[in-house]
């Protein structure tokens, strides 16, 4: 079974721009999850999306979006972008099953994103 | 949402087992000690979880106090590829929600 992928892999903005960030789940993965990671504050979540549907959101600036579509592929968005935006975003994805208490969660290997 | 506490870093030598200890004194009933690691410039990957009773796969052992207040990470032989950062984790799940809070978690050297 194929990982989960992200594209692009490598990205460079400069302060103002928007940025949309892909995520394709491992197939029949029904959620798929959202990470920063900077070497100041490290992993930190971002946002959870269940069957479309947006079931939680991390402490982050309205700036930062994401939708999911029907096949279960993922997207964020960060719009207006900052210098302290620049991280590496990663993707997660899980079966979801009843509970979620034992979930396992399957990452990507992440987008690095530049802010100049 | 229940926190967890691991040392910054550990060293061991290679092919000697590793114990990573983890303290989650707010630990409640539900919950399950999820253990996460991320080789260098990879992406997290599980690595082993369980409720009470000690745990086993072809990664590692996870063993759980009784009071679950603590448990330990064991490489059985620790290799060159099993450096990297592992993190204990207690998912946050709700009817409708779930996600990983990450601490910072351990730092594993492993010397040749």
């Known amino acids: 079974k194929a990982g989960v992928t992200q594209t692009p892999r490598y990205l460079i903005k400069t302060r103002g721009q928007q940025v949309t960030l892909s995520c394709s789940p491992i197939?029949?993965?029904?959620?798929v999850s959202w990470y920063q990671q900077t070497p100041g504050q490290g992993l930190q979540f971002l946002f959870e999306y269940f069957s479309e549907t947006q079931r939680n959101k991390g402490n982050f600036p309205g700036r930062f979006s994401g939708r999911q579509f029907s096949n279960s592929r993922s997207e964020m968005n960060v719009s207006t972008l900052e210098l302290g935006d620049s991280a590496l975003y990663l993707c997660?994805?899980?079966?979801?099953?009843?509970?979620?208490?034992?979930?396992?969660?399957?990452f990507g290997p992440g987008t690095r994103l530049t802010v100049l | 949402d229940a926190k967890t506490t691991q040392p910054n870093s550990m060293e061991s030598n290679e092919e000697e087992p590793v114990h990573l200890p983890c303290n989650h004194s707010?630990?409640?009933?539900?919950?399950?000690i999820h253990w996460y690691r991320q080789l260098p410039s990879q992406g997290p990957e599980y690595v082993i979880h369980?409720?009470?009773s000690n745990v086993n796969n072809r990664m590692a052992s996870l063993a759980i106090a009784e009071d679950r207040k603590s448990s330990t990470l064991i490489l059985h032989r620790a290799t060159l590829r099993d450096a990297a950062v592992y993190y204990c984790i207690l998912p946050h799940s709700e009817s409708s929600s779930y996600k990983l809070i990450f601490g910072s978690g351990t730092r594993l050297l492993v010397r040749p």
């Open positions: 997660a994805s899980s079966p979801r099953l009843a509970g979620g208490f034992t979930d396992t969660q399957y």
């Open positions: 369980g409720l009470t």
């Open positions: 707010t630990i409640s009933g539900t919950d399950y």
């Open positions: 197939s029949g993965h029904r959620s």
